[in-house]
Structure formats: structure tokens, C-alpha cells
């Protein structure tokens, strides 16, 4: 079984305030995680994914997030928000190609991230 | 440039009119999938093809259709559109490893009166 769970619907932050967005993940396989964005009426964009090389994971725009195995968890993180990040945050896990099975795919519910001037 | 592509971007319809929301991408990606986006459900798979003539079922496939004739081509077909399927659709194509970005297409807005 695979699941995605963003512990948060919505967060608030001011500008210029550190950003945590948070997610859990659990696999039966090695996973790769990524994080994608949303900004409104637009499609979707890769912020950054864990391949099983560094876990701690720079992403654009001043994005990054960390795997911690132990935790099952992958955070994504931004030491300060810009208006420019207000978007729908989506936290995805993708296993079983490597384990020689087919690719299952599964989206967290998603974080709205909202930016206070 | 690197694309996928949808068509149509919005469309309105009524119960039980077939259908065809058409997605083709020019990278040469073996994998293909579409999603349905609900708000406060994220984004749910309907259908996957890991190749030509190779579909499964995501986790939402009731009352969808796919198929894989060419690589670059995964039209999603509604044989009988229904009120419930009303929702924001992507369709999104990577290589074949589970560590592939997906690239997304711009979504369809479908509306079923």
C-alpha cells in the first residue's frame, strides 16, 4: 500500500517568515518524493524530488526538503516567503518501477500556502 | 520546446454525451497518466500507460476510458459523462523510471450539466 498525508490544508505565513510545509509518506518501496506547485489557474510544476541520492534536496526558487527515513517523512521548507509563493502545494510519492513492478503514483491532498504582505 | 498538450482546455456538456479530452506530449516519454483535481481531494490517477497498448487503472477509473495506440497520443474517453464527473483534468507524461518528473499538460475544465 502507498499513501500521502499533508498535515496541513492551509498555512499562513507573513513575508519574509521562514515556510514549513509538511508531508508523510508510506511505501512498500524504495519511494521517490517530490514536491510540486500550483500556482492559481495554471497547471503543474516541479519544485524539487528525492531520487535516493542526497536527502537533503534543493529545489527552485529557494525551496528545499529533506528525506528522513526514520520519520517517513519529506518537509519542504523556505528560510523566507515571498508573495510569489502563495500557490497550492502538492507532496507526491512514486514507487514500485524499481522493485520491477509497475509505477504507482499517488498526490497528498495538497498545502494552500498563503503569503501576508 | 518540450510540451503535452490538451484539448479542449474547457468544455460544457450534458449527461450522457460521449466524449474525447485529447493529451499528446513530444518528449518521447513511455508513461502517461491522466488525474482528476477535486478540491480538497488533490490530484486522484483515473488511468496509466507505462507504453503502447499497455493501460491500468489508477485509483478513480469508474466511467473513464483510455487508450495507447502511439506513444506521443492518450485520449480519455467518457462513454457517458455523468454530473459527478465534473472536475479539472491533467495529463502528465514522464520516462519509465519512478524517480521521472512528470511534465503536466494545462488541464481541462469539464463541466457536465
Known amino acids: 500500500a502507498q499513501s500521502v498525508t499533508q498535515l496541513d490544508s492551509h498555512v499562513s505565513v507573513s513575508e519574509g517568515t521562514p515556510v514549513l510545509l509538511r508531508c508523510n509518506y508510506s511505501?512498500?518501496?524504495?519511494?521517490?518524493l517530490f514536491w510540486y506547485v500550483q500556482h492559481p489557474n495554471k497547471g503543474l510544476q516541479l519544485l524539487l524530488k528525492y531520487t535516493s541520492a542526497a536527502t537533503l534536496v534543493k529545489g527552485i526558487n529557494g525551496f528545499e526538503a529533506e528525506f528522513k527515513k526514520s520519520e517517513t517523512s519529506f518537509h519542504l521548507t523556505k528560510p523566507s516567503a515571498h508573495m510569489s509563493d502563495a500557490a497550492e502545494y502538492f507532496c507526491v510519492v512514486s514507487a514500485g518501477r524499481e522493485a520491477g513492478g509497475y509505477q504507482k503514483v499517488t498526490f497528498g491532498i495538497g498545502t494552500k500556502l498563503q503569503v501576508i504582505p | 520546446e518540450a510540451q503535452v498538450t490538451q484539448n479542449p482546455r474547457y468544455l460544457i456538456t450534458v449527461t450522457g454525451k460521449k466524449l474525447t479530452v485529447t493529451c499528446s506530449q513530444n518528449?518521447?516519454?513511455?508513461?502517461m497518466s491522466w488525474y482528476r483535481q477535486d478540491p480538497g481531494l488533490g490530484l486522484r490517477q483515473i488511468y496509466y500507460s507505462m507504453n503502447v497498448e499497455v493501460t491500468d487503472k489508477g485509483d478513480v477509473p469508474e466511467g473513464y476510458k483510455v487508450s495507447r495506440k502511439e506513444k506521443r497520443n492518450f485520449p480519455l474517453i467518457l462513454e457517458s459523462p455523468s454530473p459527478n464527473q465534473t472536475s479539472l483534468y491533467f495529463c502528465a507524461s514522464s520516462g519509465f523510471l519512478q524517480s521521472d518528473t512528470q511534465y503536466f499538460g494545462p488541464g481541462t475544465r469539464l463541466t457536465v450539466l
Open positions: 511505501s512498500s518501496y524504495s519511494p521517490s
Open positions: 518528449m518521447n516519454h513511455e508513461y
